[in-house]
């Protein structure tokens, strides 16, 4: 019986994204991202139907990182093929939460820095090993990572292959929330359950606003989000009645 390398679960508008080979601590081989671009590809067309995606893992670590022993076998893909799916990531409309418990290092964190929010348990350990191989990152490290900790600390990871642990990371702004484990799927359920609360529009129009306009002089910025403004939300006059009727409620 062949067992499925991503899981995906859909409730209400959230969707779950489940590494699922425990046994490798969640390494990413071909298969596993080849799963990871079916799913990035089917969200992609479903923003009415799903509002927020969170990406976890099962087992005792979010991921580990690429499969060296797939690497080592010669059967990796093609060197564009897995960083495409990385940026197809996190270029999905929806807005997307990160999260991670255990070890979270190199390619696994690569994967987590795409998405837009990243909730890590209290044990969780970060780091970027690609030095210790003789690699050289290529699926978004040298440029998410410094957007998230700064240039100089980004360094010291990538340059050192330290590891840092959930209070550090929260510290240097690599994460957004560090909970206790025992808490760390509520803390991400009550996140998610404020995203859904929020207009999907105003999401995936903020978000696109944001990617387009990252690394551009402010006047620029300003420009942009001006000539590509998108409007209003379909449903803002029913929010703000809704608004209006509560006010005079109370």
């Known amino acids: 019986m062949m067992i499925e390398t991503l899981l995906r679960e859909d409730s209400d508008g959230l969707c779950t994204l489940t590494l699922n080979r425990p046994e490798k601590h969640n390494a990413l081989d071909t298969g596993l991202f080849e799963r990871l671009d079916a799913e990035c590809a089917a969200l992609e067309q479903q923003h009415a139907a799903i509002g927020c995606v969170v990406l976890r893992a099962s087992g005792r670590s979010f991921c580990a990182g690429a499969d060296l022993a797939a690497m080592a076998s010669g059967s990796a893909a093609a060197p564009r093929f897995k960083p495409g799916v990385i ?67 980004a360094r010291l990871m990538m340059m050192t292959g330290r590891f840092i642990d959930a209070a550090e990371a929260l510290r240097v702004g690599l994460i957004d929330i560090c909970a206790p484990d025992e808490e760390l799927g509520g803390q991400v359920t009550a996140l998610a359950r404020e995203v859904l609360a929020n207009s999907w529009f105003t999401n995936r129009e903020s978000k696109r606003l944001l990617l387009e306009t990252d690394g551009l002089p402010l006047a620029a910025g300003l420009a942009h989000e001006h000539y590509r403004h998108p409007g209003s939300a379909p449903d803002y006059k029913e929010r703000i009645a809704l608004f209006a009727r509560r006010s005079s409620d109370s």
Not at 99 to 114: M, P
Not at 122 to 136: E, I, K, P, Q, Y
């Open 87 to 153: 940026e197809r990531l996190a270029r999905l409309p929806q807005v997307v939460i990160a999260c991670v418990h255990g070890i979270c290092v190199t390619g696994g964190l690569e994967l987590a820095l795409a998405a837009d929010f990243i909730i890590a348990s209290n044990s969780a350990r970060f780091a970027d090993t690609h030095g210790r191989w003789g690699l050289v990152a290529g699926w978004g490290m040298t440029q998410r990572l410094p957007r998230r900790v700064g240039p100089s600390f």
